[in-house]
């Protein structure tokens, strides 16, 4: 059975739904929010366990985090929506468009990984298996410069500080439980079966979801146009989720005169 999840909507236009990452919550879109509702009505939610969300009834999975979705898209009442996520919400779009493709109209893929090698998965998976060994809190600050780029770590303390905090105040199990989903979960194998169009976008000096694997995932994909953000690492909402926003305001737009998959676009 699914779980519910708080959620809210605002703006006004066709819908969107966003979904965040991993010991995120419906506020790390914020900076994205005021450019995204002028176009469309958004939906964010909590995941569960996340935010203001409940904590989950049983063990969280890909295939729960996509009823949890499909949840709040019934709730909502929209029948038909535009989808887009960040991390392991890049990941939940598109099983969600796998699973329920006619409800979805397009498909955001934000810093999201897909065709790792060994040793790319050897690294996530080291990172979940230090946290569960030593301590989230522990292990946490070895992330810092993954998500952030230098100059926004000198230049905002306080938003890197808070970030790190979200993540040690959500509940450790529902932590290490998504953050294990989101390492092991490989899409490669039936990313090609999703029909909707789709926005592969990423940051330039992403370690764990770099444009390597996005243009792995941009080819695969039957409908794709790929982004890739210069300079910019893992946490592109928090850094430049107006960036973000605009890209994808303008792929969606574009979607009645797409014409078969996108080009590569370096900005």
Excluded at 128 to 138: N, Q, Y
Aim: glycine residues 8%; hydrophobic residues 40%.
């Amino acid at each position: 059975m699914e779980n519910a999840c708080s959620f809210s909507i605002t703006g006004q236009g066709p819908p969107l739904f966003l979904i965040h990452g991993i010991g995120a919550s419906r506020q790390t879109w914020h900076k994205a929010i005021p450019a995204l509702t002028a176009h469309f009505t958004v939906v964010t939610y909590d995941l569960c366990g996340h935010g203001t969300s409940p904590l989950p009834v049983s063990r969280l999975t890909l295939d729960s985090l996509v009823e949890d979705l499909e949840w709040v898209r019934q709730e909502s009442g929209f029948p038909q929506a535009h989808f887009a996520g960040h991390s392991l919400g890049g990941m939940i779009g598109p099983a969600y468009a796998l699973k329920y493709p006619q409800r979805v109209l397009s498909v955001g893929l934000l810093s999201t990984a897909a065709f790792r090698t060994p040793n790319d998965s050897a690294k996530v998976g080291a990172v979940v298996s230090a946290m569960e060994k030593d301590g989230i809190a522990d292990v946490l600050p070895t992330l810092t410069d993954r998500w952030f780029t230098d100059d926004f770590i000198s230049d905002y303390p306080d938003v890197v500080e808070q970030r790190l905090q979200q993540v040690i105040d959500t509940d450790p199990d529902v932590f290490l439980n998504v953050f294990r989903i989101y390492a092991t979960t490989e899409m490669a194998p039936w990313l090609h079966k999703v029909m909707a169009p789709c926005l592969v976008l990423t940051g330039e000096n992403d370690g764990g979801c770099n444009p390597r694997l996005n243009r792995q995932i941009h080819a695969a994909l039957t409908d794709s146009a790929l982004v890739i953000l210069p300079g910019y690492k893992h946490s592109l909402l928090l850094e430049a989720g107006d960036i973000v926003a605009d890209h994808l305001i303008g792929f969606i737009q574009s979607l009645d005169t797409l014409k078969g998959p996108g080009e590569l676009v370096d900005r």
